[in-house]
């Protein structure tokens, strides 16, 4: 199961933080296509029906279920880039 660093989940409550329903808000990775060749994130106010929930500290991740077997084994991360934006990662989980 994919799982988020303290950065990765500290960004996704700062983002979600003035949703019209922050205690369900989150993001949302799911697959463009109907292989995982390419995932778009975005934010949402709640899981779809058959979406993988994960959750750490208050931030919750919704994953679709190609985005679920594609991040299986993988570690979300967050950081900042050189222009002060927000930059997500996946990496191989420790």
Known sequence: ????????????????????QPESSGIR??????EADSLVL???TGPEPADEVVEKEGARVYL????????????LDAGE?????????V???P
Do not use: C, H, W, Y
Not at 3 to 18: K, M
Not at 29 to 34: D, L, Q, T, V, Y
Not at 64 to 75: I, P, Q, R, S, Y
Not at 81 to 89: D, K, P, R, V
């Open 1 to 20: 199961m994919l799982t988020l660093t303290t950065n990765a989940a500290q960004a996704i409550r700062d983002l979600t933080a003035n949703a019209p």
């Open 29 to 34: 990775i799911s697959a463009k296509g109907p």
């Open 42 to 44: 975005s934010l949402a």
């Open 64 to 75: 679709d279920e190609t985005a679920a077997v594609a991040l299986g084994d993988k570690a």
């Open 81 to 89: 880039t050189a222009e002060g934006g927000l930059s997500f990662t």
């Open 91 to 93: 990496t191989e989980q």
